[in-house]
């Protein structure tokens, strides 16, 4: 199975900042790869397929990088609303595997 | 609006079998693979398995012959049994759109339900 690894799990910033969290995969993925996001209370949110393509009603501050084994969400000028739990997930092959998740909190 | 909400029984037995109930609207069945998902203290967030447009399913070999995934078109919902539960199966499960006729990635998600497996 592939693994899917985010080596930070608790992250936090300030409205205003910029944050960048990583997602790495234990082989090539080539860009099969979707970020979710998760809050409180609320549906998991898709935010970004195919490594780098935002999905429909995800804000431009969002932006997906990488291809192969290694995979950057960044948020530009973070929003209050931004906050959350941040999941990475492959699709490259079967099983579909998920990161453990990124918690973004409010420093 | 696309809409997903899960609905199943919250407590059940060890040994015992484990059904949910996904109830959709907004689209149709029979246009999009509808997908299972669980996130558990143990092992985090689980793909389980789907059920394609065409009603074909799959399933994540980790659930080996537990899991069985089935739907019904005419009242918009999808259904997920397993059996043997045990303990670890305790977790949130989800019914989740795949993104594009089998993208693989999940462009709507129910809420989830809670399912703690206990004596």
């Known amino acids: 199975d592939v693994q899917m690894t985010q080596s930070l799990s608790y992250l936090a910033a300030s409205p205003g900042e910029s944050v960048s969290i990583s997602c790495k995969a234990s082989?090539?993925?080539?860009?099969?790869l979707a970020w979710y996001q998760q809050k409180p209370g609320e549906a998991y949110k898709l935010l970004i397929y195919?490594?780098?393509t935002l999905q429909s009603g995800t804000p431009s501050r969002f932006s997906g990088s990488g291809s192969g084994t290694d995979f950057t969400l960044t948020i530009r000028s973070l929003e209050p609303e931004d906050f959350g739990l941040y999941y990475c997930?492959?699709?490259?092959?079967?099983?579909?595997?998920f990161g453990s998740g990124t918690k973004l909190e409010i420093k | 609006q696309v809409q997903l909400k899960e609905t199943g029984p919250g407590l059940v037995q060890p040994t015992q079998t484990l059904s949910i109930t996904c109830t959709v609207s907004?689209?149709?069945?029979?246009?999009?693979?509808m997908q299972w998902v669980r996130q558990t203290p143990g092992k985090g967030l689980e793909w389980m398995g789907f059920?394609?447009?065409?009603?074909?399913?799959e399933y994540n070999s980790e659930f080996k012959s537990r899991l069985s995934i089935s739907r019904d078109t005419s009242k918009n919902q999808v259904f997920l049994k397993m059996n043997s539960l045990k303990t670890e199966d305790t977790g949130v499960y989800y019914c989740?759109?795949?993104?594009?006729?089998?993208?693989?990635?999940?462009?709507?998600w129910g809420q989830g339900v809670m399912v703690t497996v206990s004596s």
């Open positions: 195919s490594g780098s």
């Open positions: 997930q492959q699709y490259y092959e079967k099983p579909l595997t």
């Open positions: 059920i394609r447009s065409g009603g074909s399913t």
């Open positions: 082989k090539s993925i080539s860009n099969y």
């Open positions: 989740a759109r795949d993104g594009l006729g089998g993208a693989y990635y999940f462009d709507y």
């Open positions: 907004g689209f149709s069945l029979t246009s999009y693979y």
